[in-house]
C-alpha cells in the first residue's frame, strides 16, 4: 500500500499533473487518483501524442487502468466536468465523484464579478471561491453532487472507498490543487492568494484520508516559478520569457499560458525561500523539479541523469543541500516520457525530510 500526495511548492502549474500522470502509469499494482479544488486550477498532462487540459478530473485520466475520484471538497462546474468526462469518456465504474461536493452556481461566478476580484487580484472569476464562501456559510441554496441527475451514476462515498482500497493495499494518488504560494493561511501573501489551504495537510483533510497513512508527500517546484498574468500579487525577481529562452539557447520563442483563463504567465527566478517554507510546511520526502530544459536547452527531452548539463546538475544538488531532501524527479520537458525518475538511483543526500530545513538556505541561496 502506498498513499502519496503531491504538492506545489510554487505558485501552482509546477507540473504536479505531469508527476500525478508518471505516478499512476508507473504503479505497479492498483491505482487510484483523487483531486480536490475547483475549476478556476487547471492541470496539464501530455501523453500518447495528446494534451489533456483538464479543470476538474485528475490528470491520472492518462493511465487508463487509473480509478479517479471527486473528493468531497472539490467544487464543481457542471458544463466543464460534463465536458471533460465526455472528451475522456469515462464511464461511472472509473470516475467516482462524492455526493457532497458543491456545484458552482451563476450567483458564483456573478458574485466574484460584482466584488472585483478579477482587477483586484487576477481571479480566475470561476466561481470557485464563492462557492466555497458559501457552503462555509452555511447557505440553504448550495447544491451538491448528490442533486444533479447527470452525476448520479458517478456517485460515492470517496473517503470510505479509498480508505477501503488503502486497507486492501492498493496504491492512492491525492493531487493537490494550485500551489504553496497561493495557500490562503500560509503562503502569507494575502489577499493574493486563492479560496482554499493548499498544503498536503489540506488536501488529505478535504479528501477523507488520516495523516497516518501517508508514505509519500512529493512537492513539485519550477526552475523559473510563474503566477498568473495580471494584478496576482508578489513575484521575487520577475524576469521575462525572452529572458529565459536567451539563458537556456531554446530554439523558438517561449511563452506559457494559463489553462483556465489564457493569460500570459509571469515568471520569476527561483525563490529559495518561497521554497524553502514550502518544504518546511509539508514536510516532503522528495522534490520534483519542472523546467530543466529552461536552465539549458540541451537537457530537453532527456531521461538519463547523466545527460543532464551541469548547470541542471548544479541545480538539483543545490536544492538537495539547501533542503535536505532528495530531488527524484527532474522534468526535462513537457510529454509523459520526458522526466528522470531517480527514485531507483542512489541521492547524494539521505534526509527524509524531517530535519532542519533552514540551515542550508543562506549557502545554497
Not at 115 to 126: E, M, N, V
Not at 184 to 190: A, I, Q, R
Request: net charge neutral; with cysteine; proline share 5%.
Amino acid at each position: 500500500m502506498s498513499l502519496l500526495v503531491v504538492v506545489g511548492g510554487q505558485y501552482g502549474s509546477e507540473g504536479k499533473g505531469k508527476l500525478v500522470a508518471h505516478l499512476a502509469s508507473s504503479a505497479r499494482g492498483p491505482v487510484s487518483a483523487v483531486r480536490s479544488g475547483g475549476s478556476n486550477a487547471g492541470h496539464t498532462a501530455i501523453a500518447n501524442g495528446r494534451c489533456y487540459k483538464l479543470r476538474q478530473l485528475p490528470s491520472a485520466v492518462v493511465a487508463e487502468r487509473c480509478h479517479l475520484y471527486l473528493s468531497a471538497g472539490m467544487l464543481i462546474d457542471l458544463p466543464v466536468l460534463l465536458r471533460e468526462i465526455e472528451e475522456c469518456r469515462l464511464a461511472p465504474t472509473r470516475l467516482h465523484i462524492d455526493r457532497h461536493a458543491v456545484l458552482i452556481a451563476e450567483v458564483d461566478r456573478h458574485s466574484e464579478c460584482q466584488s472585483q476580484l478579477g482587477p483586484r487580484i487576477a481571479s480566475t472569476l470561476t466561481g470557485t471561491g464563492a462557492a466555497t464562501a458559501r457552503k462555509v456559510l452555511r447557505d440553504p441554496n448550495v447544491v451538491m453532487a448528490d442533486s444533479v441527475p447527470e452525476l448520479k451514476p458517478y456517485l460515492a462515498d470517496v473517503a470510505e472507498q479509498l480508505n477501503r482500497r488503502i486497507d486492501r493495499g492498493e496504491d492512492v494518488i491525492v493531487e493537490g490543487s494550485q500551489g504553496f504560494g497561493l495557500s490562503l493561511h500560509h503562503s502569507g501573501y494575502f489577499p493574493f492568494t486563492t479560496s482554499r489551504d493548499t498544503t498536503s495537510a489540506g488536501f488529505l483533510s478535504e479528501v477523507g484520508l488520516s495523516p497516518r497513512l501517508v508514505n509519500e508527500i512529493y512537492v513539485v517546484l519550477r526552475t523559473y516559478p510563474i503566477r498568473v498574468g495580471g494584478n496576482s500579487g508578489p513575484l521575487s525577481r520577475e524576469i521575462s520569457w525572452e529572458d529565459i529562452q536567451a539563458r537556456s539557447g531554446y530554439p523558438a520563442a517561449l511563452a506559457e499560458y494559463t489553462t483556465v483563463t489564457g493569460r500570459l504567465r509571469r515568471v520569476a527566478e527561483f525563490d529559495w525561500e518561497l521554497a524553502r517554507r514550502a518544504v518546511e510546511i509539508n514536510r516532503p520526502s522528495a522534490i520534483a523539479i519542472h523546467g530543466a530544459d529552461y536552465l539549458n536547452y540541451q537537457n530537453y527531452g532527456k531521461t538519463l541523469w547523466c545527460e543532464l548539463s551541469d548547470e541542471a546538475r548544479n541545480f538539483v544538488e543545490r536544492v538537495e543541500a539547501a533542503f535536505r531532501v532528495p530531488v527524484s524527479f527532474v522534468f526535462t520537458g513537457p510529454t509523459e516520457n520526458q522526466i528522470i525518475d531517480r527514485r531507483t538511483t542512489p541521492h547524494p543526500t539521505t534526509s527524509s525530510g524531517r530535519e532542519s530545513v533552514t540551515d542550508g538556505i543562506t549557502a545554497a541561496a
